[in-house]
């Protein structure tokens, strides 16, 4: 079965050196998601890029994301089911860290964390979450969790920081191996040709659109500069 690999980066975006630079390179029907501005982590923005790529992909998609952008990942392929063939998430960041308008400043006062908006039924098709023993982005206990909210095989990596090029994560087969192993195991699934059993979620039902109107009711309750 053809499919597009989809590389979708974390927080700060995934350099030259990054296992998922290196993997981009090692497939030929890898693209990374565009439209995105790493630097600023909010996750309607995020999630509608991911979304617009597995809408515009000329084939199934599978996802390999990483940190921040799994979560993107998650509410994008929450809505469109029948469009991903599978997904590769590499050590999610915790939703406690970020609300809906970026990073938690905890001098800021409460804000609504992103757990509460984010997809927590199974995803409904082949998904891998990885993780690491000392993440300083997630405790494991946490990724466990998500991992069997979204019904994900959940692979605990050992002591591998934040499984980026800072932790020594430059090439990486074993990712490669995993992929390809999934995707050879479910290569004869009709992905993206079952949407009566998958459909997409659109309009008010869809993941995004609830996220986004939690975005401007967050932007609406932004404390004024009184000066």
Known sequence: MRHTTLIVPGFHGSGPQHWQSWLQAQLADARRVRGIDWEAPVLARWAAAVRREIDEAPHAVWIVAHSF????SV???ADRPERVAGALLVA???PARFGP????DEHAGPAEELGAWLPREQLGF????LAST???WVRLTVAAYWADRWGSRFINVGAAGHINIESGFGAWPYCLELLQGMQQAHEDLPLGAIGADRPS?????SALARLRHRTRVSLD?????PA
């Open 101 to 104: 308008l970026g990073l938690y």
């Open 69 to 72: 952008g799994c979560l993107a």
């Open 92 to 94: 999610p960041a915790d």
């Open 201 to 205: 979620h659109r309009g008010r039902r």
């Open 221 to 225: 309750f932004q404390p004024t500069d």
């Open 134 to 136: 000392n993440d300083p």
């Open 75 to 77: 509410v994008a392929a």
């Open 126 to 129: 082949p998904c891998a979450v």
